[in-house]
C-alpha cells in the first residue's frame, strides 16, 4: 500500500442471498436467481422481488426498528458485519475521525400510504410522528453513527441507481482529504417494500413481466430480456487511509484505487445511447487509479436487463476498451437494489479479485446478438486479474464507476 491508497479492511453484506459476504459469493457463483413471489406486492402488475430471507438485527432491535424504515434496518446490520470483518472495535476507535457515506436511491415510502390515507380521511392527528425521520434518506448514516458512535462527517447520497458507488467515491475523498481515517461507506435501499415504488417502476415499463417465472426474469443481456426485477440490499465496506490500516495491522482485503463520475446531460430516464457519459466515468477512475486499459482483468457490468441499459453499457465498454475484458453482471442473481446495489457489486468485485473467479450471469441464455462482450454465463470462470472495474448507471444521467486493485 501507498500513502495514497484506501485500503478496503472489511465488508458486510445482506443480500437476496442471506447475510454475509460467503452466502452472496455462494448464490453468485452458482447462478442462482433469488426471485419469488412477494407478498407485499400480491395484486400488483409486477408482484415479484428478490428479498432478503432475514435482517441481522444489532444489539438493541426493537429500538430500531420500530422507529426506522426496513432500508436502514439493512443498512444498520450491513455496517455492523462490515466492522466486525475488519476486526475494528468501536469502543477504541478515534470516533471524531470515522465518517460514514451512505448511498441510498430515494426516499421510503414504506408508511406513507397509510399516512396519506389518514388525511384523506380527516385524521391528519392520527399519522405518525416518525412517519417522516423514518424514511428521509439520510437516517440510515445517521443511525449508523448512532449504532457504532462514528461521529466524523455523515453523509448520505443520492445518485439514484448510482447512490451506492457515488458513496465509494464520496468516502475515498473524504479520506484523501485527510478528514477521516475511517470510513463507512455503502449503499442500502428496499425498494419492494413500497408497493407505490414498485408500480411506479412499473408504470414506466422498466420491470421484466414474467411473473409465470420470476426466478428466469432478470437476464442481463440476455436477447430476450424484458426489464429489470426489484431487489433489496446493503453492503457497506469500512475503508481506510493505508497508514491508519497499516498502523492496526489490518488485513487488507484490496484497494480502492479509483473512483469516476458524470452525468449524461441527456434524458430523465433514458441513458445516453452512444454511452458517451458511461465512457467519462470509467475513463475518470482509471486516471484515478493511474491506470490503463490493458490493467483491468474484468468488468463488474451494471446490467441492469433493460433494453436500453443494457446495449447502452455495451456500447460504452467497446467505446472504451475496444475489445473489453470478461464481464459479469450480479443482478442476473440479487435483482436491481436501487441505491445498494452498486455497493453490493463493488463488494462482489473485491470478491472476484480474491477468488481470482468471476461469477457467471444468471439467466443468460442467448446473447443479445447486439452486444459484442464477452459475457461470463452458465459457470464461474477462473480468471487472472490484478484490477476490476465496477459499474452504476442511474436515472438522472448518473454514471459512476470504480476500481478496485488487488492488495
Do not use: Y
Not at 453468485?28 to 395484486?43: I, K, M, Q, W
Not at 462527517?153 to 443520492?158: D, E, I, K, R
Not at 441507481?161 to 449503499?187: F, N, P, Q
Not at 442467448?366 to 461470463?376: G, K, T, Y
Request: aromatic share 4%.
Amino acid at each position: 500500500m501507498s500513502t495514497g491508497d484506501v485500503a478496503v479492511t472489511g465488508m458486510g453484506l445482506l443480500t437476496p442471498a442471506g447475510a454475509g459476504h460467503e452466502a452472496a459469493w455462494d448464490v453468485l457463483c452458482r447462478g442462482v436467481s433469488t426471485a419469488r413471489p412477494d407478498p407485499v406486492l400480491e395484486g400488483l402488475p409486477v408482484d415479484f422481488s428478490c428479498r432478503v430471507p432475514h435482517v441481522g438485527t444489532d444489539g438493541d432491535p426493537r429500538r430500531v426498528a420500530w422507529r426506522t424504515d426496513r432500508f436502514t434496518h439493512l443498512a444498520v446490520a450491513a455496517a455492523r458485519l462490515a466492522v466486525t470483518d475488519a476486526d475494528l472495535n468501536p469502543d477504541g476507535w478515534d470516533a471524531c475521525r470515522v465518517g460514514v457515506v451512505i448511498g441510498v436511491g430515494s426516499a421510503s415510502m414504506e408508511g406513507w400510504g397509510a399516512g396519506f390515507a389518514k388525511i384523506a380521511a380527516g385524521r391528519p392527528r392520527a399519522v405518525s410522528p416518525l412517519l417522516l425521520p423514518r424514511s428521509i434518506p439520510n437516517m440510515a448514516a445517521g443511525e449508523i453513527a448512532m449504532a457504532l458512535g462514528a461521529r466524523g462527517p455523515n453523509l448520505a447520497v443520492s445518485t439514484a441507481c448510482a447512490s451506492g458507488t457515488t458513496a465509494l467515491g464520496v468516502a475515498k475523498d473524504l479520506l484523501a482529504a485527510g478528514r477521516c481515517d475511517i470510513v463507512l461507506a455503502g449503499g442500502a435501499e428496499s425498494p419492494p417494500e413500497a408497493a407505490v415504488t414498485a408500480v411506479c417502476f412499473s408504470q414506466m415499463s422498466t420491470l421484466s413481466l414474467r411473473r409465470d417465472e420470476p426466478a428466469r426474469a432478470s437476464r442481463p443481456f440476455d436477447a430476450d430480456r424484458d426489464g429489470f426485477v426489484l431487489g433489496e440490499g446493503a453492503a457497506v465496506l469500512v475503508l481506510e487511509r493505508s497508514e491508519h490500516a497499516r498502523a492496526r495491522g489490518a488485513r487488507c482485503r484490496a484497494l480502492l484505487a479509483g473512483f469516476g463520475a458524470s452525468a449524461d446531460a441527456h434524458h430523465p430516464t433514458s441513458p445516453d445511447p452512444e454511452g458517451a457519459g458511461a465512457v467519462l466515468a470509467m475513463r475518470s477512475a482509471l486516471a484515478d487509479a493511474g491506470l490503463e486499459l490493458p490493467d483491468i482483468g474484468h468488468v463488474n457490468a451494471h446490467g441492469s436487463s433493460t433494453q436500453s441499459n443494457d446495449l447502452a453499457e455495451a456500447t460504452a465498454l467497446r467505446r472504451l476498451f475496444g475489445d473489453p475484458p470478461p464481464v459479469t453482471a450480479n443482478k442476473g442473481v440479487f435483482g436491481h437494489a436501487i441505491g445498494g446495489a452498486g455497493a453490493i457489486e463493488a463488494a462482489c468485485s473485491i470478491l472476484s479479485l480474491e477468488a481470482q473467479l468471476i461469477p457467471p450471469t444468471a439467466n443468460l441464455e442467448r446473447l443479445d446478438p447486439r452486444i459484442d462482450l464477452d459475457v461470463v454465463s452458465n459457470k464461474p470462470r477462473q480468471h487472472r486479474m490484478d484490477a476490476v472495474l465496477s459499474n452504476s448507471f442511474g436515472f438522472g444521467g448518473h454514471n459512476a464507476a470504480v476500481v478496485f486493485v488487488r492488495s
